[in-house]
């Protein structure tokens, strides 16, 4: 890998930022203070160059990415009414609820015979009577199906309910979905762990330190798993570097996180956008920059950091590759957690897309399978795929 130039740090415009660049030179872990120094600068363009720095002495000028497809295969959750973030549970008999069989399931997967696919990302609700077998039934059939696909399946709140209804330990539940055929975890539910801001946003969820605890278990047997953090709501920023340190303590004790991706919150269509009168005035791309940046210089042990392009749009995506961002969320097909909220961004990135976004920022794209093993980087023989306009999948228009 060639040498990464060095930051000239007497060109940040915040003087406060010079002396935590100098640790992040130095190779230094970063303390709360000096997190707060990174939230509380408006030297964006500083902030960026120190992230840039930091990623690129990991990863060099490649950017991962992967071809997968998200499956929701229900909207019913028991927490529609104390999680005020979100647009996308319902309860049983509300308007909009539904709960897919495993065919409906199985028939929404098999898009992905048509399309260079190697990932199910599955997340839905906690549905008050999908059983575990439901899930691992879904899991063996996909692989069945899709021989060489990698499942990365259920976020550790789904877990932790799937143990509540079977009454069994969640490592009994986990051991189960792997020997289905899980790979991974997704790393959402996370939200921001600060009991207060829970308090407010998400009351009845597991808390903080419990979603750390069913990363543990995964991580103790072995199944890796990705982090999240949602911000742009209530949280303050203490409340982000202690959500921060509390994820660079279990990957200190256990390494199992693969990814960490910031989650920028959509306001609509939920109660909290309605209390907060920030319907329609999602985060701006100036926090979500700032956020992937901190969380690059923060998460010295987390080898890749993520952009969402569905929550934050390509473009702002293609932007963060030079922000600290070395992982661009993958094609994903269907997205209905931020549309539901809101989300104007398209629902598929095709392939080609994805490649052309990456390199046009000057970047070296490398198609990644969920456990960041690389299966492709030649690129050039890459030719767009017939249209699918008209096969009721929705088409990006521009990357
Ligand atoms: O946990 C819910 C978030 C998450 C809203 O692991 C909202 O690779 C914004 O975790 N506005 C689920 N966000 C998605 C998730 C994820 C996404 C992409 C990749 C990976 C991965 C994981 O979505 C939830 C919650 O934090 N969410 N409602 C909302 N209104």
Partial sequence: MPAVATPDLSQLEDPALRSVGEKVLRGER??????????????????????????????????????????NPTNVCILRKTCTFCSFARLPREDGAYTRTLEEVFAEADIAKEMPTREFHIVGGLHPKLRLSYYTDMIRGLKERHPDMHIKALTAVEIAHLARIEKCSMEDVLVKLREAGLTSLPGGGAEVFSTAVRATIAERKLTGQEWIGVHR???????????????GHVETADDRIEHLSMLRELQDETGGFLTYIPLAYHPDHNELGEDLARIGTATTGYEDLKNIAVGRLFLDNIAHVKTHWPMVTPFLSQIALN?????VEGTVVFERVYHDAGATTEMHLPYHGLVELIRNAGKRPVERDSLYERVREEFDDLTPPPTLRGRGLPVVHAA
């Fill in 323 to 327: 922000f600290g961002c070395d992982d």
């Fill in 217 to 231: 278990a995964a991580h103790a047997l072995r199944i890796p798993t990705n982090c999240t953090m949602l911000y």
């Fill in 30 to 71: 970063l303390e709360a203070a000096d997190g707060r120094v990174l939230y509380a600068t408006n030297d964006l363009l500083g902030l960026g160059l120190l992230a840039d720095y930091a990623n690129q002495e990991r990863n060099g000028d490649r950017v991962f990415f992967s071809a997968n497809q998200h499956l």
